[in-house]
């Protein structure tokens, strides 16, 4: 079956510009996740959502991020006034339910010229 | 505050070698995860441990967890080149309800 989605692959964005990334997890898993890889390290969590709700947030780094899933499905990750630190491989993964396997996504190249 | 420490953090090593990937975890964890990682690729899921002494294998990789120790290992045996990529380990932190605690990952060449 299909896998986690991501769109867009590659976003070129200019310093102060808002940023929206979007994740198709894979059909019927409840659990999603949020993740941030630079360069040479593991991903980063930054948030976790069980439905429609964020069960925890404890990852993200300011009040410059911002996720949502409304329908309990797709979820956008908005980042604005975006700075050259944001600049990362944004990665979504989902889980049937919280706790089992998590699948990634491709992940969203994000550069902040 | 969890770690996961992991060790070598780059390794080379020789078609047909055997070699152990080591990963430390500073807490207590209802699972750990191995996931691999090729260039400019996303994370692929290797195995996924639950209990004490669990010991899991696929192809020339097995993967092992010692939850008294707070460590798992990853072993190749008869290494070949497309085993080359970086493997990462994570550890749920417990409940399942947050994200997974990755280590720095372990960036493998294996060389003919």
């Known amino acids: 079956g299909a896998g986690v989605s991501q769109t867009p692959s590659n976003k070129v964005t200019e310093k102060g510009k808002y940023v929206e990334l979007r994740c198709d997890p894979i059909?019927?898993?409840?659990?999603l996740y949020w993740y941030r890889q630079s360069l040479g390290q593991g991903p980063e969590f930054l948030i976790y959502?069980?439905?429609?709700?964020?069960?925890?947030d404890s990852g993200l780094p300011n009040d410059r991020f911002f996720a949502v899933r409304p329908e309990g499905s797709v979820s956008t990750l908005k980042i604005q006034r975006t700075e050259r630190g944001d600049s990362a491989v944004y990665l979504c993964?989902?889980?049937?339910?919280?706790?089992?396997?998590?699948?990634f996504g491709p992940g969203t190249r994000l550069l902040v010229l | 505050e969890l770690k996961v420490e992991q060790n070598p953090l780059f390794l080379s090593m020789q078609e047909g070698k055997n070699y152990t990937i080591y990963c430390n975890y500073s807490?207590?964890?209802?699972?750990l995860y191995w996931y691999r990682q090729d260039p400019g690729k996303s994370l692929e899921s290797l195995f996924v441990?639950?209990?004490?002494?669990a010991v899991k294998q696929e192809g020339r990789l097995m993967a092992s967890l010692d939850t008294k120790a707070r460590l798992s290992t990853l072993h190749i045996t008869a290494a070949v080149h497309d085993l080359s990529a970086t493997y990462f380990c994570?550890?749920?932190?417990?409940?399942?309800?947050?994200?997974?605690?990755f280590g720095k990952g372990t960036h493998l060449i294996i060389q003919p």
């Open positions: 993964a989902s889980s049937p339910m919280r706790g089992e396997t998590q699948y």
């Open positions: 059909s019927g898993h409840t659990a």
């Open positions: 959502f069980q439905g429609t709700g964020a069960a925890d």
């Open positions: 807490t207590t964890s209802d699972r």
């Open positions: 441990l639950l209990s004490n002494g």
């Open positions: 994570a550890v749920d932190s417990g409940g399942g309800a947050d994200g997974l605690t």
